[in-house]
């Protein structure tokens, strides 16, 4: 094995996402703060997603589309956008696998929602219509500006970052309305969003609501991500 950790990653596959969902800002993250990037195909079977976990030392899921409702167990509601469903299948796959296995995750944006979903949790298909009392959660700025403040409670998160309030982007309309047994929110939006989930006792198991990915301006970013990687290196 090399003597840099292996870093698994789901990215957008099809053009249609590409375009809004780019892989460029992930890789170089991982690279940066000592990872070796791995894109990964997706996958159908569980043997396929032992196959990857195999030569892979954390997963990391990336942003993207909305979850289609066929795997939320739901009708679809007014509002949900456009599903991958081979997106989805694959990368539920790779995420109870890794749970299994304690094998580091970080979930980032819909990451967090699909982490939430492999573990047992819900979320919400549209925000706007299921909180009408949200706030704006899709910026109307470019991805690398903050977009608001959340604020970070006592958890492995708040320990990462070292600070209690930091401001985020925000890309979004879905998000965990339900927390998964075993896990605890540990970051909330000001109007009560849940912005980070993390598994009780786990070695990594974080999943953030914003794209630290591309806050190259805060130092939160940054930690986040070594930590995965230091984690990973260790395991």
């Known amino acids: 094995m090399p003597d840099k950790p292996v870093i698994g990653v789901t990215v957008a596959h099809c053009s249609e996402e590409l375009d809004t969902f780019p892989r460029y800002f992930y890789v170089e993250m991982v690279k940066e703060v000592g990872g070796i990037p791995v894109i990964l195909p997706p996958v159908a079977t569980c043997d396929e997603a032992k196959n990857i976990l195999e030569i892979t030392d ?32 694959g990368e539920l796959l790779l995420t109870k696998l890794a749970l299994e296995r304690d094998m580091p995750v970080l979930g980032i944006c819909r990451g967090i929602q699909v982490l939430a979903v ?13 909180r009408r009392d949200s706030i704006e959660h899709k910026q109307l700025v470019s991805r690398q500006h903050v977009w608001h403040e959340l604020e970070i409670f006592e958890s492995k998160l708040l320990q990462i970052v070292a600070n209690k309030y930091i401001k985020v982007n925000s890309l979004h309309h879905q998000a965990v309305s339900v927390v998964p047994s075993g ?24 999943g953030v609501q914003w794209h630290p990915e591309v806050l190259q301006s805060e130092m939160h970013a940054k930690k986040l991500f070594k930590a995965f990687i230091d984690t990973c290196h260790k395991k």
């Open 183 to 206: 896990f605890k929110y540990n970051a909330l939006a000001p109007d009560g969003i849940i912005e980070g989930i993390e598994k009780d006792g786990a070695s990594f198991c974080i």
């Open 118 to 130: 492999a573990a047992g949790g819900r979320i919400y298909q549209d925000i706007v219509s299921q």
């Open 58 to 89: 954390g997963l990391l899921l990336s942003g993207g589309g909305d979850l289609s409702p066929i795997y939320l167990g739901e009708v679809p509601l007014r509002g949900i956008g456009k599903s991958i469903p081979e997106r989805d299948l």
